[in-house]
């Protein structure tokens, strides 16, 4: 036989609004319905309208509820002994911010609902400040005349603060990546995870061979990368207006050079080696090159599928510049072009070693030097000097070697090459001289010049001191045919 529960008692209702974990007014809305009925019978059909245009009649509908009950959470929740101390003070839990919102709940009940529900702003009576949802009903009976209706507050404080808190900390974020001065892009490396899962599936242990086989797979990766985003400085840094005018051009950025170090990348992940660092390549939209210190990382939780990368650049072209002319500085003679001792001593010592055998040397010097400073100063000498570096830079192609070693002394290393090419390019270089006089009249560019060849290694000294010699005595020749006391000159 089943057991059929009594129906409750009105006690019981009573009990569990009291007890009820949520904030409950029970309250008569009457006062509002006959101020309703009044304007509409006036010809009001906008109610929002007419308080915006009228916010003393949006005050007289706010005093108008009259609290009948309330429950012990309301009391806790607005600090308050007993319902006749927070009744008497609901000044201090509707604050000027809850007006506004006020009239939007009563616009609700205005267009023909029997409730209305709202997010809202009340205070205890100690003036703490709660964020509370507001859901409120016309009971059932009561539709004529509004003269009962539930009210429920709950508060939301912890979570709209923890919502406010998110919402910050994602603008923080948002705003470190857009405004970064350093270039950031967002990607998706997922299908580049499949097509390498492909290639291990078919067997392939080792992507280097496999790249080296078919170069093609590292174009195809690089095509299905996708950006998600890119921040201000990316857009600065490569000339472009805005992030669609950069991706529909990509192809622009990532060319050449940026071939060869991304498959590197492909290894380096093929490998495992999720966050890695390299310099790279890259061009602005303008054609402009550009060395880049490149960071990449697989993001945290990413790591099974590549779906969010993070990849930072840094423009180190300037950078780059500096070093490449302080190594140019280190190799070369400021004032001719030419290699410098340094080099040259380097070079020598290589060739000494290693070869190509044979090699062949000229010695150099240049003739009236010190009668140039001596008759129109040093800068008619340095002129000089820089004629020269002209005419051997020009007549002087690599592998060969053409270095300045002295104050007017230049050696020229030519290896792999005997006596017979070395006399040619001896030809070649009086043909030079020749036209650098025409071109340039007044002081006559003039060398005296040695030849030696060397056939085995370990003999390019002695080989360059019997390149002086003939040197030395070239230049005998050339005082002596224009009569020039070289001691007086």
């Known amino acids: ?23 409950l007014w029970l309250e008569d809305y009457s006062g509002i319905k006959r101020l309703f ?14 308080f915006a245009r009228q916010p003393e009649r949006l005050a007289q509908v706010a005093a108008a509820p009259m609290v009948l009950r309330v429950n012990r959470r309301t009391l806790e929740m607005f600090e308050a002994a007993d319902q006749e101390e927070l009744v008497g003070q609901l000044s201090k839990v509707f604050g000027d911010d809850t007006l506004q919102q006020f009239g939007q709940e009563m616009v609700q009940l205005w267009e023909g609902g029997t409730g209305f529900s709202s997010p809202s702003v009340n205070y205890s009576l100690g003036g703490r400040r709660m964020n509370v949802e507001v859901q ?13 209706v539930l009210v429920s507050l709950q508060d939301v404080t912890e979570r709209v603060q923890a919502t406010a808190r998110l919402q910050a900390s994602e603008a923080y974020a948002h705003n470190l990546f857009r405004f970064s001065p350093v270039s950031l892009w967002v990607e998706d ?13 078919q067997g392939i242990e080792d992507l280097r061979t496999f790249i080296n086989v078919h170069p093609e797979f590292v174009t195809r990766c690089m095509h299905e990368i996708r950006v998600i985003d890119v921040n201000q400085q990316t857009l600065r840094m490569f000339g472009a207006a805005d992030r669609d005018t950069l991706l529909r051009q990509i192809d622009k950025v990532f060319r050449g050079e940026m071939h060869d170090s991304f498959a590197e990348q492909l290894i380096d992940l093929w490998k495992g080696q999720t966050f890695q660092q390299r310099e790279v390549v890259n061009y602005s939209l303008a054609g402009n090159l550009m060395h880049v210190h490149m960071q990449f990382g697989v993001l945290a939780g990413h790591e099974v599928g590549w779906d969010l990368v993070l990849v930072s650049l840094v423009d180190i072209t300037a950078r780059k510049k500096a070093e490449a002319y302080l190594e140019y500085l280190g190799k070369h003679d400021t004032l001719t072009k030419l290699r410098n001792r340094t080099f040259y001593i380097e070079e020598l010592n290589r060739l000494s070693r290693k070869g190509p055998w044979p090699v062949s040397v000229l010695a150099i010097d240049l003739n009236g030097l010190k009668n140039a400073n001596d008759s129109n100063g040093h800068a008619a000498g340095d002129a000089l000097l820089r004629r020269a570096g002209e005419v051997l830079s020009k007549a002087v192609a690599e592998p060969a070697c053409a270095a300045r070693i002295g104050g007017d002394e230049f050696m020229v290393l030519l290896p792999g090459t005997e006596r017979a090419g070395a006399e040619r390019l001896k030809e070649h270089i009086d043909s030079m001289l020749e036209l650098n006089n025409q071109f340039y009249p007044g002081q006559t560019l003039s060398f005296a010049i040695g030849i030696a060849t ?15 010699r003939e040197m030395y005595a070239a230049k005998a020749q050339y005082y002596a045919s224009q009569k020039i006391e070289r001691r007086k000159s």
């Open 454 to 468: 060397c056939t085995h290694a370990g003999d390019l000294e002695l080989t360059c001191q019997s390149a002086d």
């Open 37 to 50: 009925d009044g304007w509409r019978a006036e010809g009001v059909t906008d109610l929002a309208d007419m």
């Open 189 to 201: 490396f997922s299908a580049v995870r499949r097509l390498m899962d492909e290639v291990r599936a």
């Open 1 to 23: 036989m089943s057991h059929v529960p009594a129906p409750s008692s009105g006690a019981d209702y009573e009990h569990m609004f009291d007890l009820a974990p949520v904030s």
């Open 136 to 148: 409120a009903r016309v009971l059932e009976g009561h539709e004529a005349h509004w003269d009962r």
